[in-house]
């Protein structure tokens, strides 16, 4: 419950997500009367859904890591030792990402061969959606994470987005081979020589992005945090200067009226709130991040993300592919 929001959106989040898929049982971790209190202005059908689990305790946005993991009795510990301990199928918070990342490493351990669990997204493209990775969990990465970042991002997307071979670039300042850091060359190196493991299409810019030149995207923690920051902050841009433009529009009443109800889908499709929701890929159960200043509906979608992801079991075919690449590069 340590979201910028509190107890009130994650409840009407769950709420939202619970009309859509009526089978999901929720737990909830954070202050019961808080909780109790926003349960109350819903159905009571749809309370009975809801267990929960009072703790009081917060990890806030600003705490130290190193500190945040060493409190036993926070909402966000509390409720990762409930999936550690299979009582739950998976996590969906908005809370502190290092403590989060931090205690979900510790308590869901990783994937036997992977080294660091990595933030992965789906991103929106012209021709239709990409997964990038790492999304800020690492800041510095080797070029032996950034192989296996892209080993599990292949997995995730031929599963999430269907695509049975998905091309795999590696960003970078430009397509030739002598630009960019030395670990950036060794990583491009070793994914050349795994063509049996993946479709690995070399370097890509950031302008590659979002025209889809790649399925899956792979870059370190850092530049991928900035990326997503940046592409979100024009995405908000553009859309309030289009709407002010077609607003002074004098047909802009007539278009309204004979256009309601109708969609071209273009807007949903380079929504924020519709890609809310990025998976700690490498772990071996199911954790979500959701963006702790999210709407109610953004946090739904994190739970759709959740609720989806968990018909697939990632672990095991990236282990799978892990050995594969370590027999190809040894």
């Known amino acids: ?151 599990m991002g292949k997995t995730f997307s031929s599963d999430l987005l269907n695509i049975e071979s998905p091309s795999i670039g590696l960003l970078n300042i430009g397509h030739e081979e002598l630009k960019g850091k030395p670990e950036l060359h060794e990583a491009h190196q070793k994914l050349k020589n795994l063509p049996k493991v993946i479709n690995y299409t070399g370097f890509v810019e950031g302008n590659d992005i979002p025209l889809g030149k790649a399925d899956v995207v792979v870059t370190d923690g850092f530049t991928g945090n900035v990326t997503i920051k940046t592409a979100e902050g024009i995405g908000t841009v553009i859309a309030q200067v289009f709407k002010k433009k077609i607003q002074s529009n004098p047909l802009y009443k007539l278009f309204k009226f004979f256009s309601k109800g109708k969609s071209s889908g273009l807007g949903d499709h380079f929504n924020p709130v519709k890609y809310n929701g990025a998976m700690f890929l490498g772990l071996k159960s199911l954790a979500i991040k959701s963006h702790g200043g999210a709407s109610a509906h953004g946090f739904a979608n994190a739970i759709e993300v959740a609720y989806k992801l968990n018909q697939y079991d990632f672990s095991q075919q990236i282990e799978r592919d892990l050995i594969a690449s370590k027999e190809q590069l040894s």
């Open 1 to 151: 419950m340590g979201t910028d929001k509190g107890p009130l959106s994650i409840v009407e989040a769950v709420h939202l997500a619970h009309q859509k898929h009526s089978d999901i049982e929720f737990h909830l971790f954070g202050p019961k009367d808080l909780i109790e209190r926003a349960l109350k202005t819903y159905p009571v059908s749809f309370a009975r859904t809801c267990q929960i689990h009072d703790t009081p305790e917060f990890i806030t946005n600003e705490e130290i890591v190193s500190k945040a993991i060493r409190r036993k009795n926070t909402s966000m510990r509390l409720a990762l030792q409930a999936v550690a301990d299979g009582h739950v199928d998976g996590i969906v918070s908005g809370g502190n990402t290092g403590a989060y990342m931090a205690l979900a490493t510790i308590l869901l351990k990783t994937i036997p061969g992977v080294t660091r669990p990595a933030i992965a997204t789906t991103f929106p493209t012209a021709i239709g959606k990409c997964i990038l990775l790492d999304m800020g969990a690492n800041i510095e990465c080797s070029p032996k994470q950034l192989v296996e970042f892209a080993i």
